[in-house]
């Protein structure tokens, strides 16, 4: 395997496997090793990608992961990427579906997640200040932002806040130019994970209500119990949410259902990445082009910060959470620590914590 074949596989094998808290804490976690540590993309081609993922259905965090595959490797990086980073998380999922089929209950996870949730706080944090260092260009890119967050709190759809934050964008730049110029088959399972693959836009949460309307009220292959069930799982295990996906099949059909699950809903995004990757370089050199991707890079900031501060909400609820968010903040801002490990580090304390329990 060529050098950088196995840095990107041992880097998304890594990322995959610790990576806790959902896409803005992936992409914060990316942001950190393929921009600032390894130099692999600018600040500002990494911004462009963001904008790239929120435009297209599917799991972002694993499509970011895809289009950093593809820039440092072309098809072949673009395959070891996804998979490395969907791989780790759909095997936890798939062990833990095992054990809640045999067990009838869903292991003690709430501990490692209550203990990495305010290291990824500041993880993100870190992550919205440099690269808003390189979106926020001016103060009207600033108002974008801010006007975005506004919209996303009033509960406006994610992708209306970035077509209309591409929108503001276009018009600034034309102001400025005018200023100055298991009982299921295999098959059925396929066919509707790669549906909601191919159309869903959002989070974990709006998985939930796609599949609710199907699986549970439409075709009644799950209870609503086992449905929310699966979500948490998909929530409170490291990597892609959609992993979701792995559990749901598992009850459904075994590991084949587990196996086809994943395949169906991660496709389309190893399809969407590989059809506009390279459309992104080609959209910044056109400036009407490049400042509908400016104002969609603010408003992905905007969207990031909102997502960031209702997952700080439910993060840092007593002391003992305090103090690691202090204690992580200490760590990244002061002594520049690897944040990778530090996120690792806290899931480590929770898992032994739990085990001690």
Known sequence: MQPILREIALLFLKLGTIGFGGPAAHIALMEAEVVRR???????????????????????????????????????????????????????????????????????LDIVLKSVKPVIIIVVL?????????????????SLAFGSVILSIMGVHELVVLLLAGFGGLALQANRRSLSLFSVELLPIFLFFLKVGSVLFGSGYVLLAFLRADLVERWQWLSAGQLLDAVTVGQVTPGPVFTTATFVGY?????????????????????????????????????????????????????????????AVTAVVDIPTGVLAVAAAIGIFIFRLNSVWLVGAAALAGAIVALWK
């Open 251 to 311: 009850l459904l059909a075994g590991f084949p259902g587990a196996a086809v699950a994943t395949i169906g809903i991660f496709l389309p995004a190893f399809v969407f990445v590989a059809l506009s990757g390279s459309l992104v370089p080609r959209i910044r050199k056109s400036p009407r082009a490049a400042a509908v991707l400016d104002g969609i890079n603010a408003g992905s900031l905007a969207l990031m910060a909102v997502v960031t501060g209702q997952l």
């Open 38 to 108: 390894r130099r692999w993309l600018t600040h500002e081609e990494f911004l462009d990608l963001v904008g790239a993922t929120n435009l297209i259905p599917g799991p972002n965090s694993t499509e970011m992961a895809i289009h950093v595959g593809y820039r440092k490797a072309g098809f072949a990086g673009l395959l070891l990427a996804g998979i490395c980073f969907i791989l780790p998380a759909a095997l936890i999922v798939a062990a833990i579906a095992w054990a809640y089929v045999r067990y009838g209950t869903l292991p003690q």
């Open 126 to 142: 870190q992550a919205m200040w440099t690269l808003g260092k390189t979106a926020i260009k001016s103060s009207l890119l600033a």
